[in-house]
């Protein structure tokens, strides 16, 4: 009989096999009409009894069910059935196996995840209910009707009490959630897109479960990155043994199991009689477990990564317990904590707070390590820089600060440990402010110089304390210019001077502290100081006041001519941010000297306009240092003139380069491209001089100053010239020179109307110059001389200068440095001539190199160089190469004069194989060269008694590289010929050299060319990871904006957008990635020029909330540079009086108030 009865005749008239089959779920063998009438009949009695309260004992039913045995049975039979079927609905809705289709559903599909458990256990009920119920239905009992639907079994019933329950009250969640309970629903899938009941053939209906396999099939494949698999990556491999055993040469018709037959075999016992049982097994039946000192092999590969981190700890702690004394060894076990932390890619979603907690632990575990190693080294200075280091993650700059100070306390006499805490107090932006810090670095150096004097007996001079306290000045010097504070820079430098040099007899003896109480009169006198007109200096004073005093002389007024002042404000109708910045950077090239009152004119000091041009003695004497060493003094000499603009070629120690980086210069290579073996490189590495605050991306000319600043740098040369004698008195002439030729290129690029009198001027200081005795024969002069006739297009007066100074050298051949360097310069000048005079001009170059080698006096250019000649030359530098070569190697110390001789040998070498074979021989010299120096260079010990050696090997190794690039460069000119070989030079050279500004000028210059910038990423990745140089973090930043510029340039033509053919987005994310990654260092987080270049980068995108982001971030590192906040005012004028709040709290220079500009506005 169907289940249903009204699909029974559909399954009795169905004649076909497939469809019977698809609707046998629709009968139900088991079900007979009998069964029910009996099962009413029952369920009646029951609900009689319940209703009249009477007690239902167990026995007495099964005695009625027992005298009904045929119904009974069958009651049963039907009961299990049911049971059955129940069982197998929730094994098919468990494991979600059997599809099934019906053709007449017309609903649309749909789909809902159910829960196993609670809901499958109320829907199996109610179907049970429901199948209960429709046979009462079909047989019309009235009685069932009437109690209702809900029925138990009869095998369940145990007690009278709650046998039915009647629930009369509605469902509130069919009209709460406007819906069915998901319970109830059925599961099924649409399949085919046509209508319901037209096609059955290609449509059909399946009915699923909830499926765990679907559910599973959604995942996605885990990345590299993910926390699980980064943690795989940081593991170490399990090793591979390989086989020890040789092969055998003869064949192998089986695979040997060498386990079992190198295994021992067991003796037979009581407890293994017939010799099967391994050791661990015979074990476990006596009742024993495994041998204590075999260690259980882990499972996991997490296991093995724990088990190989713990015998790591355990093999640090047994090292540490053992050599507790060993600091090095302690800082390794702090560093291996590291390895522990994880990746930065492996944080998922909501796992910030996670990450940052373990990180704290981290730290925290790291600090009782290094605590640890205090105690064990209570005097160890790297120790507890390193805790401090580490403290300043979680710690508060005034906790902080109070730590440097206990340390200092303890160390006063460690020149490094000062350093590091000026460098700390410089970059806390909430308690810095000028003063502070200055006051701070003249606590340092008073400090010091009391340990190198002796006064302070607890703590002895510690090596190379005078280099460092130098260092720690010309830091000093650097902050106030940055901070605008330029006459308080002039002044320091002016009582600098007066107080190395001119210092009086009587005093030379006494410690620091008295020399400069007696120094105060002298400063406070008014007397002309160092730079102006009539200084003679303190020990003329002294002796002249032990005299009576000066004569004063009434100058002639004629002399004086006051210099016009222009109008400041030239366009009133502009914003007022422009003309701040232009008001304020005119002030800061007009007023970078001290002002004093002029006696002559009857001034005082309340006739100074701006109290802060004036510098009292409080705020330079604590700052004021001995320097014994002449190196140190000439190198104080040297740094004032770069200070006032004058390439002197000096560089600041590398402890404060970078905190005084802070303009572009140092990617400017014009000049370079168009002349590379002749290029003038004032060497400034981006550092500005006084006076120069210009906005990032200007070039640098070297302008000089005005009248009064001229006539300033003039008298400090005519100062320090007698000072100095031999090599140091030349160095000073040709950096005074070189200044001025600068100055003539300057005119030449950018203003020619001043080129005439600035040639005219510059001629005339040569000639005075070589005029002295002592300059004569210095043919670093003459060069330059003739230097300058050249670029003042003088080529023929060029020559003749040039032929008289090689005629005046005799026969000195190739043993003189000084006349291989003018020959060079000569032959390099005639090559870069046009090319329409290449045959003649390289003709001049050969004959010029090739008089070198000869004995005889040099004669000038008179028609071409015989074959013979040119042998005899190559054989010349031939041999002189060997020597140098072989005294500069075999020496060790290789000695100074060897080495001077060596690189200018080298590089004339290069240029006359260059010119007579090509520049495969050139190519050819230089490996030689590059191979014995620099394995010379690496055998060297690090040794104080080798660095001078070092150095000097070093340098010539570095100019020869520098010869070579450029002779490629210079060849890639005027031929053809591949890029490979200058690229693989540059990359070479870059390794040793990663801070030579000239070779990252010309990678990134070559490499800009190439379509693929695969190999240059590369390349920097490299050297950024291995050097501590800032520069390839720099150049690498240029590079990449030189191709976001290239694609940028492709992408608007005419003005217009065009489609982008390279993905130009991928190129501002790397920038800014470089960015971050270059600010996360030591020396980049303080390095302004880097922070300037992120903030303009920045707003170049049209990002100005980002922006302003990155310019507070920059302020945090550097609250000091005036620079920043010059270009925060240019990219955000809104800002304007926020920013000179900002910078009158820390007291950074501000020339012009915004209350003198509304004044000078409303005039």
């Known amino acids: 009989m169907a289940l249903f009865p009204a699909f029974a005749g559909v399954s009795e008239a169905s004649g076909d096999g497939s469809s019977r089959k698809e609707l046998d779920w629709l009968r139900n063998p088991s079900f007979r009409v009998g069964n029910l009438m009996s099962l009413s009949r029952q369920t009646e009695e029951v609900t009689a009894l319940a209703s009249e309260g009477s007690p239902l004992p167990r026995s007495p039913l099964k005695s009625e069910l027992s005298d009904e045995s045929d119904t009974g049975e069958k009651l049963t039979q039907i009961s299990r059935k049911k049971k059955k079927e129940k069982k197998k609905r929730r094994k098919h809705q468990h494991h979600k196996k059997t599809k099934r289709r019906h053709e007449q559903s017309s609903s649309s599909g749909s789909e809902s995840d159910t829960e196993a458990g609670k809901d499958r256990a109320s829907r199996s009920i109610r179907d049970d209910q429901k199948e209960s119920d429709k046979p009462r239905q079909g047989s019309n009992a009235t009685a069932a009707a009437a109690d209702g639907p809900h029925s138990i079994w009869l095998e369940d019933i145990h ?24 319970g109830d629903i059925a599961r099924y899938k649409r399949k085919g897109d046509s209508c319901l009941g037209i096609n059955p053939k290609k449509q059909c209906i399946s009915w699923e479960g909830a499926s765990a396999a679907k559910r599973h099939s959604h995942r996605h494949p885990e990345r590299y990155f993910t926390k699980k698999n980064v943690g795989l990556m940081h593991t170490e491999g399990i090793a591979v043994c390989s086989n020890p055993e040789p092969p055998s040469s003869e064949p192998v018709t089986f695979i040997p199991v060498k386990d079992s037959a190198d295994a021992a075999t067991p003796v037979p016992t009581w407890l293994n009689p017939l010799g099967i049982y391994d050791q ?36 640090f702690n047994r090292r540490v317990r053992e050599n507790p004394r060993d600091t090095q060894l302690w800082m390794a076990f702090v560093a291996f904590q590291v390895m522990k932390s994880p990746g930065i890619y492996a944080l998922g979603e909501g796992e910030q707070e996670k990450h940052r907690k373990s990180l704290k632990l981290l730290l925290e575990k790291k600090l009782a390590v290094l605590e640890r190693a205090i105690e064990s080294n209570p005097s160890s200075v790297d120790l507890k820089l390193a805790k401090l280091q580490l403290c300043s993650e979680f710690w508060e700059p005034s906790a902080l600060a109070k730590e440097w100070q206990k340390l200092l306390f303890l160390h006063p006499n460690n020149t490094s440990l000062w350093q590091r805490y000026l460098s700390f107090c410089q970059s806390q932006f909430g308690t810095f402010s000028v003063s502070k810090l200055h006051s701070l670095y003249g606590k340092c150096l008073s400090t010091l110089s009391a340990v190198k004097d002796g006064s302070m007996l607890s703590h002895p001079e510690l090596p190379g304390t005078e280099e460092a306290m130098f260092g720690l000045f010309l830091q000093q010097c650097h902050f106030l210019r940055q901070a605008g504070h330029s006459e308080k820079v002039i002044s320091l430098f002016q009582a600098m001077v007066d107080f190395t040099f001119f210092k009086p007899d009587s005093v030379k003896e006494l410690p620091t502290k008295v020399q400069v109480e007696f120094f105060e009169p002298f400063w406070d006198s008014g007397e002309p100081r160092v730079g102006e007109k009539g200084a003679r200096g303190w020990r003329a004073w002294m002796h002249q006041q032990e005299r009576g005093g000066w004569v004063l002389v009434t100058p002639d007024e004629d002399e004086e001519e006051p210099e016009e002042e222009d109008q400041e404000i030239k366009d009133k109708t502009l914003p007022r941010w422009q003309i701040w910045l232009a008001v304020e950077r005119s002030r800061d090239q007009r007023h970078w000297r001290p002002w004093r009152p002029d006696k002559t004119k009857k001034q005082t000091e309340e006739d100074c306009e701006d109290p802060e041009r004036q510098v009292l003695f409080d705020d330079i004497g604590q700052s004021l240092i001995r320097l014994s060493s002449p190196g140190l003094q000439f190198q104080l000499v040297e740094a004032f003139l770069q200070f006032l603009g004058v390439p002197s070629g000096f560089l600041p120690p590398a402890s404060c380069l970078y905190l005084a980086m802070d303009e572009s210069s140092v990617f400017e290579s014009e000049l370079y491209d168009e002349k590379p073996l002749t290029y003038f490189n004032p060497s400034f590495s981006g550092i500005s001089s006084v006076g120069y605050m210009e906005q990032l991306g200007c070039p640098r000319w070297t302008k000089g100053h005005n009248r009064e600043g001229e006539e300033f740098v003039r008298n400090v040369f005519h100062l320090v010239l007698p000072l100095f004698s031999g090599k140091q008195k030349s160095q000073l002439c040709l950096s005074w020179l070189r200044y ?60 003749k200068v040039f ?9 000195s051949e190739l043993k003189d440095r000084e006349l291989c360097e003018l020959s060079l310069l000569y032959a390099e000048l005639e090559m870069e001539l046009s090319p329409n005079t290449r045959g003649a001009t390289t003709g001049r170059a050969v004959h010029i190199l090739t008089r070198l080698t000869e004995s005889s006096p040099y004669r000038p250019y008179t028609g071409q160089v015989l074959s013979t000649q040119v042998l005899k030359a190559r054989k010349a530098y031939e041999h002189a190469l060997q020597d140098c070569l072989g005294q500069s190697c075999a020496s060790n110390p290789a000695p100074a004069e060897s080495l001077d001789c060596l690189g200018s040998l080298v590089r ?43 150095q000097s090997l070093t340098s010539v190794l570095e100019a020869v590289t520098l010869m070579h690039t450029s002779l ?30 000239v070779l990252w000028r010309a990678y990134v210059q070559i490499q800009n060319k190439s379509h693929s910038a695969n190999k240059t ?33 492709v992408q608007r033509v005419g003005g217009r957008e065009v489609h982008a053919t390279i993905p130009e987005t991928g190129l501002t994310h790397r920038i800014r990635a470089l960015f971050e990654n270059a600010i996360r ?42 620079v920043l906040y010059m270009d925060a005012m240019e990219y955000f004028p809104d800002e304007l009086q926020e920013i000179l709040d900002v910078m009158t709290e820390k007291e950074l220079r501000v020339r012009l108030p915004l209350e003198e500009l509304e004044l000078l506005l409303e005039d």
């Not at 709650?162 to 959630?177: C, G, H, L, Q, S």
């Not at 074979?917 to 060269?929: E, L, P, T, W």
């Not at 030591?1082 to 909330?1105: A, H, I, T």
């Open 740 to 799: 001025e030729i600068a100055k003539v290129i300057w005119c030449l690029h950018a203003k020619k109307k001043r080129l005439k009198s600035q040639g005219k001027n510059c001629k005339k200081l040569a000639k005075n110059l070589l005029k002295e005795p002592e300059n004569r024969n210095n043919f670093c002069l003459w060069k330059q001389y003739a230097y300058l006739e050249w670029l003042l297009g003088n080529t023929e007066d060029a020559r």
């Open 159 to 182: 007690t009278l009490t709650d046998v039915f329950r009647t629930d009369k009250k509605p469902d509130p969640a069919n009209w709460e959630y406007k819906s069915l309970y998901r």
């Open 1017 to 1049: 990423r590369r390349f920097f990745d490299t050297v950024t990871r291995s050097a501590k140089h800032l520069e390839p973090w720099l150049f690498a930043i240029e590079a990449e904006k030189l191709r976001k510029r290239l694609v940028e340039s």
């Open 280 to 315: 661990s097994t015979t074990q476990w039946l006596q009742g024993q477990g495994p041998a204590e000192q075999e260690p259980k092999q882990p499972d996991s590969q997490q296991d093995r990564e724990s088990a190989a981190l713990k015998a790591r700890v355990e093999e």
């Open 968 to 997: 490629l460069r210079f060849h890639m000119n005027v031929c053809v010929y591949p890029l490979a070989p200058l690229r693989e030079t540059l990359s070479d050279a870059l390794k040793l050299y990663p801070g030579n500004q």
């Open 803 to 811: 032929d008289t100074a090689l005629s005046m050298a005799g026969s």
């Open 1081 to 1122: 260092s030591d020396k980049g987080s303080q390095c302004p020029l880097l922070w300037r270049m992120y903030l303009n980068f920045l707003v170049s995108l049209g990002n100005k909330e980002r922006s302003k982001g990155v310019f507070y971030k920059a302020l945090q590192s550097c609250p000091w540079a005036k």
């Open 908 to 950: 004339c070498f290069m240029l006359f194989q260059y010119l007579t074979v090509g520049i495969d021989a050139a190519v050819q010299i230089y490996s030689q060269v590059f191979s014995k120096l620099k394995g010379s260079a690496l055998l060297e010990g690090p040794g104080p008694e080798d660095s001078t050696s070092s």
